[in-house]
């Protein structure tokens, strides 16, 4: 079945970096990509951006512009997150999960994100 | 940002009854809309996508309707396992956006 598995909780001090890996199974298509999304201690969720697994594209959110990079490893399908500068707002659940886009009259849209991982912990603390 | 408002943000029911959860967008986002439930300590899962189809092994209980600003997701015949928070997802604009939650739980 389709699975997506994420690496393990990290602790990290203020103005560290965390790389966060997302691994899939159960697919191949490259009509398909990772989204990531996270979620601070009780509470919502909140996107950060895709890659696309057909041509490694990548799109992030504003707010995290200059921080984030996402890239993937075809050979082992994973992949990845790393977060530079961290802040102790950045202690959240980090997901993985995969997404499809459709396109229409030339304007493409993401249509879900169906499965997710399990969710890494990352920790921001001196 | 398209800013998606949930109502109620939280809701007590009994098995068996029917819940309906609102969900309004900021701007119009024709049926680009997707419903999440999580658990404590789990990962979202996803319900419904494009407004109003089911995803693959959801059960049938579960319905989605709306376009434009309005959305709802209706559950016709809460079950045990139904007790969590439900989550919508605006995919119309970037940056792609979630409601805030409604949270079920058992009366």
């Known amino acids: 079945q389709v699975q997506l598995v994420q690496s393990g909780a990290e602790v990290k001090k203020p103005g560290a970096s965390v790389k966060v890996s997302c691994k899939a199974s159960?697919?191949?298509?490259?009509?398909?990509?990772i989204s990531w999304v996270r979620q601070a201690p009780g509470q919502g969720l909140e996107w950060m951006g895709w890659i696309s697994a057909y041509n490694g594209n990548t799109k992030y959110t504003e707010k995290l512009q200059g921080r984030v990079t996402m890239t993937t490893d075809k050979s082992t399908s994973t992949a990845y997150l790393e977060l530079r500068s961290l802040r102790s707002d950045d202690t959240a659940t980090y997901y993985c999960?995969?997404?499809?886009?459709?396109?229409?009259?030339?304007?493409?849209?993401?249509?879900?994100?169906?499965?997710w991982g399990q969710g890494t912990l990352v920790t921001v603390s001196s | 940002d398209i800013q998606l408002t949930q109502s109620p943000s939280f809701l007590s029911a009994s098995v068996a009854d029917r819940v309906t959860i609102t969900c309004r967008a900021s701007q119009d986002i024709s049926n680009y809309l997707a419903w999440y439930q999580q658990k404590p300590g789990k990962a979202p899962k996803l319900l419904i996508y494009a407004a109003s189809t089911l995803q693959n092994g959801v059960p049938s209980r579960f319905s989605g309707s709306g376009s434009g600003t309005e959305f709802t997701l209706t559950i016709s015949g809460l079950q045990p396992e139904d007790f969590a928070t439900y989550y919508c997802q605006q995919l119309n604009t970037y940056p792609l956006t979630f409601g805030g939650g409604t949270k079920v739980e058992i009366k």
């Open positions: 999960a995969r997404y499809e886009s459709g396109c229409s009259g030339g304007i493409c849209h993401i249509k879900w994100f169906d499965p």
């Open positions: 159960g697919y191949t298509s490259p009509n398909y990509g």
